[in-house]
């Protein structure tokens, strides 16, 4: 395990929220060595003493003295540089030489390329040292191309470990433990019995300080990217023959190459994006989005979209994908939706009226896993032929603690694990995809429809909102199953 994590943007929130707790959960939990040290890199004028000081007041809940707080603390060293400046980092860094490091880089991506090369140059990128890098790897296909040319100037591929956080999130796990754990759901995972997929992200946050980096990206960029289309891969990609990094990226890759270009033709049909208005979360009044630049209107907080996935498994199956900030509620999943039985026998309800199966995985804010099935359970002796939805609902334990999906991926930068990071030609794919939409979007001028804060997005994307955890349809005033 490398004991050296030199975290460069370690004033930046990510650090601050994230990052810093999550050191101080595995140092809590036992699980770094005692010769474990944190250098953090950042452009601030702080001393090693303030800049503790400032961490302190940054980490919750915890009283000034607890041991924790002390020991994360006592390995902290700050270090002030230009990272902008690849000249400098060599002498800043010059008494790590030897070491062994992670070094992880929570900057906006126009740093990676510099601070790469101030590391090649310093020598703290030879092996077995590693590079760990956060999302957006670029704003497009191009763009993310230069990156990760640059990047592999200075360290080979095997050791680059480029960071999507939801693969870190245990439910997000656990939809690769159902898939392939169990031959129930084998056996009827393709377009036979799938009729289509649901996966939506509703977040309750807003842009909140990042709109600079927001107006510049948007939700297309932003999250459809990377975690929608990580969750879409781990749903329909084939079977890997072994759970090593390799077999598992191949298979994503396959699934990512295997996603049709969206036609210009195709765009508004299969697509919607918007942008929130002011309104009221939570029961508390929100502003709308407002880029930085005046005048600028062509920001998407919410999108949707239907993506068709061109092989044998998935053929004219439809993917809704579907994420948006300052929804009405906070809600991840992946919902399957099965075909209706080839022949109906029963009284009630009529054909037309019953429910086809659906499994859903809600994977945050609860997770569980529900099962839709018709059944005559819930009907009276005499019954039998009247049918009803009945949920299965398998519920985690409430008080089970989950991990910060951070820590977890830490962890396995530090002991070299790559399985759970996103490898450079995925990156690549999944671009050429969003870049397909963006093109499509720009050549049609897709509009941008307005949202009101606390809803579920333009009432124009109803067809992509699958039941979320209250039960009911957003938008449509439907009743769920
Ligand atoms: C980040 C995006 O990658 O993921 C944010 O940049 C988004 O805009 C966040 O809010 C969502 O992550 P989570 O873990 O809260 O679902």
């Not at 969206?262 to 502003?287: E, F, H, I, K």
């Amino acid at each position: 395990m490398h004991e050296t994590l030199l975290l460069f943007g370690a004033t930046g929130d990510l650090a601050q929220r994230y990052l810093f707790p999550s050191l101080l959960n595995l140092l809590r939990d036992r699980l770094l060595p005692p010769g474990f040290r944190i250098y953090a890199i950042a452009r601030q004028d702080y001393t090693t003493a303030t800049f503790r000081q400032y961490l302190a007041m940054r980490l919750p809940e915890l009283e000034a003295d607890a041991p924790e707080l002390i020991d994360l603390l006592n390995r902290v060293e700050y270090i002030v540089a230009d990272l902008a400046d690849p000249g400098q980092l060599p002498e800043r860094l010059a008494a790590l030489k030897g070491r062994d490091c992670v070094s992880y880089l929570s900057t906006p991506p126009g740093l990676y390329i510099p601070i790469a090369q101030g590391l090649k140059a310093a020598g703290l990128l030879d092996a077995p040292s590693r590079l760990v890098l956060e999302k957006p790897i670029g704003r497009d296909l191009p763009s993310a191309r230069h990156i990760l040319d640059q990047v592999a100037a200075c360290v080979s591929e095997d050791r680059v470990f480029r960071i999507d956080h939801y693969l870190g999130k245990a439910p997000v796990q656990n939809l690769l433990a159902l898939r392939f754990g169990n031959s129930l759901l084998e056996a009827v995972w393709h377009h036979r019995w799938i009729e289509s997929v649901d996966i939506l992200v509703a977040e309750t946050a807003g842009v909140d300080g990042r709109e600079g980096y927001y107006a510049n990206y948007g939700a297309l960029r932003d999250m459809v990217q990377n975690h929608i289309l990580q969750l879409l891969c781990l749903i329909a990609m084939e079977p890997p023959s072994a759970l090593d990094a390799d077999s598992v990226r191949n298979e994503k890759l396959k699934v990512l190459r295997a996603l049709r270009p969206m036609q210009a033709d195709q765009v508004l049909a299969n697509s919607v994006r918007g942008c929130y208005q002011a309104g009221v979360v939570a029961g508390q009044p929100v502003a709308g989005f407002q880029s930085p630049t005046p005048g600028q209107h062509d920001t998407e907080t919410f999108v949707a979209l239907t993506a068709y996935i061109d092989n044998w498994r998935w053929a004219g199956v439809p993917f809704r994908l579907c994420t948006g900030k300052r929804m009405a509620d906070r809600c991840s999943q992946v919902v399957i939706h099965f075909r209706e039985v080839s022949h109906w026998l029963f009284e009630k309800p009529r054909r037309e009226k019953a429910t086809p199966n659906r499994l859903v995985f809600r994977l945050q804010p609860e997770e569980n896993i529900e099962l839709n099935l018709m059944s005559s359970l819930a009907a009276p002796e005499w019954g039998a032929l009247e049918l009803r939805p009945l949920p299965l609902d398998l519920s985690m334990p409430i008080n089970l603690r989950r991990r910060i999906a951070y820590e977890r991926l830490l962890l396995d930068a530090f002991h070299g694990n790559p399985a759970l990071f996103v490898r450079n030609d995925e990156i690549e794919a999944a671009w050429t995809w969003i870049d397909s939409v963006a093109a499509a979007w720009q050549q049609t001028q897709a509009p941008i429809l307005p949202y009101m804060a606390g809803s579920w997005g333009p009432t124009e994307a109803n067809a992509f909102m699958p039941i979320c955890g209250t039960g009911g349809y957003p938008n449509s005033g439907r009743k769920g199953n």
